[in-house]
């Protein structure tokens, strides 16, 4: 949870008219230390974007989690100042364990289809983002709550049973995101 807070940082402060934007995080965790990298890149052309986030582990929560590897990926087109997520995959690796699961979206019926191994199943619910293009196109309504103030948004790759986001403002800059 604490590497997506630092993706959401990063995607918060994206201005969508950029062609290329790449950022690299270490992230710390209080008694730990450093627990890992997060590299995330913004590419715009010809009205279509991809945003990719790499979440690597480092240390000694490499060691416990097995070298564990994420990357995250949200491709669509820009229309109005917008992202449309077209496609948003996850792909989660270890040395003991891989899964790769793809969301498609049709946003015309208001539905996504789940893509996970060898099964494709209609999603349980729709969103109009996804959980990288969310915090890009509400930037503005985020960076404008107030100290304390929460407000819950919808992404798929978010929380499974209803793809909920909740976040609050707790300092300037700062916000919780869950």
Request: aromatic share 12%.
């Amino acid at each position: 949870m604490l590497i997506k807070i630092f993706i959401i940082y990063f995607l918060i402060l994206l201005n969508i008219k950029a062609e290329q934007i790449t950022l690299k995080y270490d992230v710390r965790f209080g008694l730990f230390g450093e627990v890992g990298d997060v590299i995330a890149t913004l590419k715009i052309k010809d009205s279509k974007y991809k945003i990719e986030a790499k979440l690597l582990t480092t240390g000694f929560v490499k060691s416990i989690t097995k070298g564990r590897y994420e990357v995250y990926t949200s491709e669509g087109k820009v229309l109005n100042n917008k992202l449309i997520p077209l496609k948003y995959t996850k792909l989660k690796y270890s040395k003991k364990k891989y899964s790769y699961t793809e969301y498609l979206f049709n946003h015309k019926d208001q539905e996504i289809r789940k893509k996970s191994e060898n099964n494709i199943k209609k999603y349980l619910y729709y969103s109009k983002d996804d959980l990288l293009t969310l915090f890009i196109n509400n930037s503005q309504l985020i960076r404008n709550l107030k100290l304390d103030q929460k407000i819950i948004l919808k992404a798929v790759g978010a929380h499974k049973e209803n793809g909920t986001v909740n976040i609050t403002k707790i300092d300037r800059n700062k916000f919780t995101i869950t």
